[in-house]
Structure formats: structure tokens, C-alpha cells
């Protein structure tokens, strides 16, 4: 490069490093963000795991439900039967959009 061939000055290479364009950054500034991250990697049991502790917890808070009547609505659900089968490639899904379509099966 010119840089490296001292042909160009650093703060004129520096400068047309720069973006001039508007960009889109994400911070992963928390302790659960940077968990999302690690778990993108994730075995798809692993996945399946975690998302249906987020379902559980989503349940207790918003139906105002207990751990085992949540976890019985959940296991008992046609949403957990397609999750548990890798085929559909719901495990790769926000559990968001699973908690969506629970609470659409469950008329909530």
C-alpha cells in the first residue's frame, strides 16, 4: 500500500479509512447480549434448552403462572413438539417468535 510504501501520510491514510456513510453499529453492552452471542454457536439441543427456559420465564411473568404450571403448558404444546423437531429449524428462531406463536396456539 502507499502507507507502507511512505508515500502517504497517516493521518491522510487514516482519513480515507473513514465511513462516509451512515452505518448501523450494535454494542453487545450486557451480560445477556454477549450470552446471545456465545450461544449462536450452540449446539441445536442447547438452544432448544435455553429457549424454552426464556418460554417458562415468559410465562410465569406475563400469565402470572407457577414453574411447573408453566413448564406443563409448555411440554404439552404443538409449539414444543415443532421446536424439539430439528427438521423445522425453529431452535434457530428468537424465542420471542416462539413465545409468539405459543401464545397464538394457547389463544393468549
Known amino acids: 500500500s502507499l502507507f507502507r510504501q511512505n508515500r502517504l501520510k497517516l493521518t491522510k491514510f487514516v482519513k480515507s479509512l473513514k465511513h462516509r456513510e451512515?452505518?448501523?453499529?450494535?454494542?453487545?453492552?450486557?451480560?445477556?447480549?454477549?450470552?446471545?452471542?456465545?450461544?449462536?454457536?450452540?449446539?441445536?439441543?442447547?438452544?432448544?434448552?435455553?429457549?424454552?427456559?426464556?418460554?417458562?420465564?415468559?410465562?410465569?411473568?406475563?400469565?402470572?403462572?407457577?414453574?411447573?404450571?408453566?413448564?406443563?403448558?409448555?411440554?404439552?404444546?404443538?409449539?414444543?413438539e415443532k421446536l424439539e423437531t430439528l427438521s423445522t429449524g425453529l431452535y434457530l428462531k428468537f424465542w420471542q417468535e416462539l413465545y409468539e406463536m405459543l401464545k397464538k396456539e394457547l389463544g393468549l
Open 22 to 80: 451512515p452505518t448501523h453499529q450494535i454494542a453487545f453492552c450486557s451480560e445477556r447480549a454477549l450470552d446471545l452471542l456465545l450461544d449462536y454457536n450452540a449446539d441445536p439441543r442447547s438452544k432448544i434448552d435455553n429457549i424454552v427456559v426464556e418460554l417458562i420465564i415468559a410465562l410465569m411473568e406475563e400469565q402470572n403462572l407457577s414453574d411447573d404450571e408453566a413448564q406443563n403448558i409448555i411440554y404439552n404444546s404443538s409449539t414444543f
